[in-house]
């Protein structure tokens, strides 16, 4: 499968050496899961029950929401769910929008996980709807159902057409180079990207004689060099540790490291907890097991309470915000 299609751009808009893994991971392959009970239920499809059986009490709710918002958004208009009715043509590309609303110029793409970068994405799928539909301008609505959060993304022929050209010019570019990012541990080539490898090379020296740190926090550049390089070192890590871990398990030997087996910790089962729970006081016991996640406590609240008793928002609590480094997304040189 090339990797020029739609639903990498935003990752090549990055880095035009860019590759996806032919391995699904876990977050892929619920994505995935997601995507389909999400046109089984807008097509009201008899599998939909089948389906939201795999899925979470939170997961069913998050399709759930996403699909009230296609709704109302469009109103009585005939919605397009069926993947043979959604796939989308564009500059030799092709990709599979999740539902579409041809009177009303948009377009859906549920997103799963954390929110990210997807406009090069929804252009390509803006141009090519727009070339179907004989249209000046579309819109593109992502909704990001595990935050409950709709982003809208509006286009015109030209916008979406220089966008998508950008990012297919620098990927068909013979002279283009691989450009270290926030998406290097997703990337099949991450292994042998000479880009990537070069900074590992350059964050490995700590181990080495004469490596002066305080110079690499003093500078900038080099710390952001530092910072980048050591997030990808720790995906690494990992698949370093579990190559290990199987050598050893198999009778070989990795010099400086052995396997420690570690008691199993000990626990009750909440069927327990509950038969004692009144003799024992409800306050301590919840009180012990800790606060309840809001979206936990609004499932259980639509589960367990009447549909005219509505959820007490003034109880959800905020924590104070927190502050975290993040990458940003970098053009390549």
Known sequence: MSALRPSNLPKLAVCPCYESNPVAGPAAERGTLLDTAFRAELLGLEERLV??????????????????MVRAISGRERVLAREDDCRVRMLNLTGTADAIVPSRLTHFDLKTGARRNYREQMAAYALGLMGAHFAGEWTARLLFCDQREIETIKFTYEEAHDIVDQVVKAFNDPAKKPNPCEYCGWCAKADTCPALL???????????????????????????????????????????????????????????????????SEFVDCETVGHHIQRMGFGPVLAAYGNLPASKFRDLWSERMSSEKPFPEESVKHAAPSVYLKQTKTKPN
């Open 51 to 68: 389906i939201a059986n795999k899925l979470t009490a939170d997961e069913i709710a998050a399709v759930a929401w996403s699909v009230s």
């Open 198 to 264: 070069a900074m590992v090379g350059e964050t490995l020296t700590v181990t080495e004689p004469g490596f002066d740190f305080d110079v690499v926090l003093a500078d900038p550049e080099k710390l952001g060099r530092f910072l980048t390089a050591c997030a990808f070192i720790e995906g690494l890590h990992e698949r370093a540790k579990k190559i290990a871990t199987e050598r050893i398990k198999t009778g070989g030997k990795v010099p400086g490291w052995k396997l420690v087996t570690r008691k199993g």
